[in-house]
């Protein structure tokens, strides 16, 4: 078990060490220096150039050999010291994204989990059953092929403009500033529900198009048909299948992680909902590179972190990962 | 079985002694082809896809040549319904959405072509050899792939395409390429393994012949259904990540996409003013393809794999 674990920290640990040098490599081989003409763009606000240039001297000092420039780019990052946001000045980029994040969380952690979940369930249901399975096939194919922006404008035109059941943009109402009361709370969930219905369905059709393919290879097994040679009960079979079918799904979720949060971020863009999504879509347009770049170290730190809670789950329902390590 | 002669074959391996010792053997492919295509004739999958992948080609081949006047220029007023001269209405700016769609499709299949096809020489190259060679080659490829994997890629495409100012439809299809070729390689060097102790690559090593030749003569043509699915994944990949891409701001700047038609319709609010044939159009091509290429993903599947046939 502890083998197991240390080999896939060690892995996630190379994998984040990657992922921050490249981080650090791409400002230094983009062509025409954009970070020097990024800070020369806000020479007008001398405060503004003053800590740019201060940050800027710290991680990319160019004065000092280029292994000592990496070693200062690990420190400040490990200070979770990501810059300064041009765009947002005067406020660190930490700070920028800690106040997006809970947005990004909210609506992406339920919209994964219960796609993941009811399309499971659902693919599984549907599969060789005659009439479900040639609604379930159409369906779930053009849901897999949606763009997840596409989705989210459709929905956000039909039932934001067209019948104006939902709000269109932003986190809450205009009019309403953060508190503890239940018309913010209202206002919050309002707001929340098409963003989060449009991840959500993009998911479900993946998860429950995969599903169902894998449970009718199962069905096609041998120990479903010797099962059912045996006279048990379809539901029994069935059960048997999904447990199976569920591993490869599993390890389809973390593979699929990085492809979820990006579709979670167009999703923002197109709502204004602001979490990382919408801020990284601003920070490109305002040509905030710190920013760009804090937020990608953040979404490479969550992709981590949620890949290791889906190998500890992996080892929960996957008996022979767990008997093997006790045994072992 | 299928090492076996099949009765048809025999008349042909006698006459063709004379020939090069490959010559039989584009042949008999030719009878297996043959075969493949009865089965993807039959199938309605295969048809209905196939039959949408290419008329959206032709649209993008012929539409441009419709319209005189190229996709961002302005050529009449602005927030037009579709007409009968602009078949899908116009801009907030008077540019004519309909040779902005068939352009944009075009620059899907360039995006698709390319990035994709890219990604299944990478995935394939890396798949084949740390399957094929194993050892302390295949570690360091498996662990490249795994960190490239698990590294959200789209993410890493996003910084270097905004820091990376030049842009344009090959060096986005380039750097999809790039990124998105880590699961083909990992299923093609699962793949490869399973071949690699089979009798006929064994006896092909006793031969003496080099490993380029065993890959490339032995291994690939063996799972040639494979490749040609992994590739077509791709193709729809890029697809979709290159619209992801153009939504944001990220596309070529010098042209028109699928992507970046939604964007500017987002940007200039196209939804709060009713303007749907602005964003209705790209989005049901990027549709269109992509799904259209998963069905016939599965369609063709069927047609390979004898198993899975219904007869």
Redesign the interface.
């Known amino acids: 078990m502890r083998r197991y674990f240390a080999r896939k920290l060690l892995?996630?640990l190379?994998?984040f060490f990657?992922?921050v040098t490249?981080?650090w490599l791409?400002?230094r081989f983009?062509?025409?220096d954009?970070v020097t003409s990024m800070i020369s763009r806000v020479a007008a606000q001398p405060e503004a150039a003053a800590a740019m240039m201060d940050y800027f001297n710290g991680t990319f000092g160019l004065d000092v050999p280029i292994w000592q420039q990496y070693l200062n780019f690990w420190t400040s990052l490990l200070q979770g010291d990501l810059g300064v946001s041009i765009w947002l000045f005067p406020q660190p980029v930490t700070r920028v994204i800690m106040d997006a994040l809970p947005y990004t969380l909210a609506l992406l952690v339920p919209a994964v989990l219960l796609a993941f979940w009811a399309g499971n369930k659902f693919g599984a249901f549907a599969a060789r059953k005659r009439w479900l399975d040639g609604a379930v096939l159409?369906l779930g194919?053009?849901l897999?092929?949606?763009?997840?922006?596409?989705l989210a404008?459709?929905l956000?035109?039909l039932l934001?403009?067209?019948w104006q059941v939902f709000p269109?943009a932003g986190a809450y109402g205009f009019n309403l500033a953060p508190a503890f009361t239940f018309q913010f709370a209202g206002s919050l969930l309002q707001h929340w529900f098409l963003p989060f219905l449009s991840l959500f369905l993009v998911g479900f059709g993946g998860w429950a198009i995969g599903m169902r393919n894998l449970i009718i290879y199962e069905l096609d097994a041998d120990y479903s048909r010797y099962l059912s040679s045996l006279g048990a009960p379809d539901k029994l079979i069935r059960s048997y299948a999904y447990k199976n079918a569920r591993l490869p799904q599993l390890t389809g979720l973390?593979?699929q992680?990085?492809?979820i949060?990006?579709?979670a971020?167009?999703t923002e863009?197109?709502f204004s909902y602001p979490g990382l999504g919408w801020y990284?879509?601003q920070?490109?347009?305002n040509?905030d590179?710190f920013l760009?770049?804090g937020?990608?170290l953040f979404?490479?730190i969550g992709?981590?972190l949620a890949?290791f809670v889906i190998d500890l789950v992996y080892v929960m329902v996957d008996p022979r990962v767990r008997l093997g390590m006790e045994g072992g | 079985m299928a090492d076996l002669p099949r009765p048809r074959d025999v008349p042909e391996i006698t006459v063709d002694t004379s020939l090069p010792p490959e010559a039989p053997r584009p042949r008999r492919r030719v009878g297996r082809a043959g075969e493949f295509l009865y089965f993807a004739a039959r199938d309605r999958k295969i048809f209905v896809s196939l039959a949408i992948v290419l008329a959206l080609l032709l649209v993008a081949i012929v539409g441009p040549f419709l319209r005189e006047y190229g996709p961002n220029e302005y050529v009449g007023p602005g927030m037009q319904p579709p007409s009968s001269e602009y078949w899908f209405g116009t801009t907030t700016f008077g540019q004519d959405v309909f040779v902005q769609f068939v352009h944009g499709l075009g620059a899907t299949f360039f995006v698709g072509l390319v990035g994709g096809g890219l990604a299944s020489i990478i995935g394939m190259t890396v798949g084949f050899v740390a399957g094929y060679r194993g050892g302390w080659l295949d570690e360091l490829l498996n662990?490249l792939t795994?960190?490239v994997?698990?590294?959200?890629?789209?993410?890493?495409l996003?910084?270097?395409v905004?820091?990376?100012?030049?842009r344009g439809l090959l060096i986005e299809a380039v750097f999809i390429g790039c990124t998105a070729w880590p699961?083909a390689a990992r299923a093609i060097r699962a793949q490869t393994m399973s071949l690699r102790s089979r009798d006929f690559v064994d006896l092909a090593r006793l031969t003496g012949m080099g490993t380029r030749r065993i890959i490339t003569g032995e291994i690939a043509p063996n799972m040639s259904s494979y490749l040609m699915l992994t590739f077509i994944l791709l193709f729809?990949n890029a697809v979709?990540i290159a619209?992801?891409l153009d939504?944001?701001?990220?596309g070529p700047t010098d042209g028109i996409s699928l992507?970046l038609m939604?964007n500017n319709?987002?940007l200039w609010s196209a939804?709060?003013l009713?303007m749907?044939w602005w964003?209705?159009p790209?989005?049901i091509g990027?549709?269109l393809i992509?799904?259209s290429?998963?069905?016939m993903n599965v369609g063709l599947d069927q047609v390979f794999n004898p198993r899975l046939r219904k007869l």
């Open positions: 892995f996630y190379v994998t990657v992922a490249i981080d791409i400002p983009a062509p025409g954009p159409p194919y053009i897999t092929a949606t763009p997840y922006m596409w404008i459709l956000a035109w934001g403009s067209v269109i973390a593979l992680l990085g492809v949060v990006t579709g971020l167009v863009v197109v990284s879509y920070a490109i347009i040509q590179y760009l770049q937020i990608f979404v490479v992709v981590l890949n | 662990m795994n960190v994997l698990v590294i959200p890629t789209l993410m890493v996003i910084v270097i905004a820091y990376v100012n030049a699961w729809g979709l619209a992801t939504f944001i701001g990220l992507g939604m319709a987002v939804l709060q009713g749907w964003f209705i790209p989005g990027i549709v992509v799904g290429l998963y069905v």
